[in-house]
């Protein structure tokens, strides 16, 4: 019996590396909030949920996220300014800080899932 | 992870409106700066910021981020305040000085506004800096 560490993980690490992908669409957003011209993006991760289901054979038990190839989505503005800018700073403040928390999720379970080896691989 | 580059487009941006802080405190320091000639007469600047796509090391799972460049500080084309002072100094053969195109109420909502951005890219510069900070300490107790 072997443990393979990159399967140990597993959606963790991949929903990790997104949402630090995230984070840096969002910091963009937030960096030009007064750039003329400049349009708000984000990651769909519903998107991103769907195309992993629907790659699946409908029974699924380690659900992976789609990290590869998914695409820039443009923000709708509530207001759109005059000068072209789609940045909404109460929109991104607020999309920052439930991503830094999901972040901060996803490290728990990441931490979690290597405290429960440590104790296997150290026999307790 | 790209939290360098994060810390990039958020440096970027405070620099930016540092840029843009110098502009109005320079206007706002030269509002009554006459002078004789329209074109010696100081004129309001403003900076012009643009979006830089961040595409330097983008590996195929990596999105683009896009920092601030300051493109250019141009001069207000407004037209200049025109008064009648003869006995001012600088005053040209018909008694008038020119006094520069500065309004300052729109330069003290520019500068809060700046300010408030610098602000928000502190806030975003901290957090990361805590996500990194517990991304290192993965695996303690």
């Known amino acids: ?124 | 992870m790209s939290f360098k580059q994060i810390s990039q487009i958020a440096g970027s941006a405070m620099s930016a409106q540092t840029v843009r802080l110098n502009t109005i405190a320079s206007n706002l320091a030269n509002a009554q700066s006459a002078a004789g000639t329209p074109d010696s007469t100081y004129h309001a600047r403003k900076p012009v910021f643009a979006a830089l796509a961040a595409r330097e090391g983008l590996g195929e799972q990596q999105l683009p981020g896009a920092r601030v460049q300051v493109l250019d500080v141009v001069e207000s084309q407004e037209p200049l305040r025109k008064a009648y002072e003869p006995e001012n100094p600088l005053a040209n053969e018909n008694g008038e000085v020119f006094y520069p195109n500065v309004n300052p109420v729109a330069e003290m909502t520019d500068m809060l506004s700046a300010s408030r951005a610098f602000e928000t890219n502190v806030e975003v510069l901290s957090r990361v800096k805590s996500m990194q900070q517990s991304l290192l300490r993965l695996g303690d107790a």
């Open chain 1, 1 to 124: 019996m072997s443990i393979d560490f990159s399967k140990a993980t597993g959606i963790h690490d991949d929903a990790l590396r997104l949402r630090a992908e995230r984070t840096k669409v969002l910091a963009s957003n937030v960096a030009n909030v007064s750039t003329p011209g400049y349009q708000a993006r984000d990651i769909d991760f519903a998107a991103s949920l769907r195309s992993a289901l629907g790659s699946g054979d409908g029974f699924v038990d380690d659900l992976p996220l789609d990290t590869g190839g998914q695409d820039l989505m443009y923000r709708v503005p509530y207001h759109p300014a005059q000068d072209g800018n789609t940045v909404e700073l109460g929109v991104e403040q607020a999309a920052f800080a439930q991503n830094a928390m999901e972040f901060q999720t996803s490290l728990t379970f990441v931490n979690m899932k290597l405290k429960g080896l440590a104790k296997a691989i150290s026999g307790q």
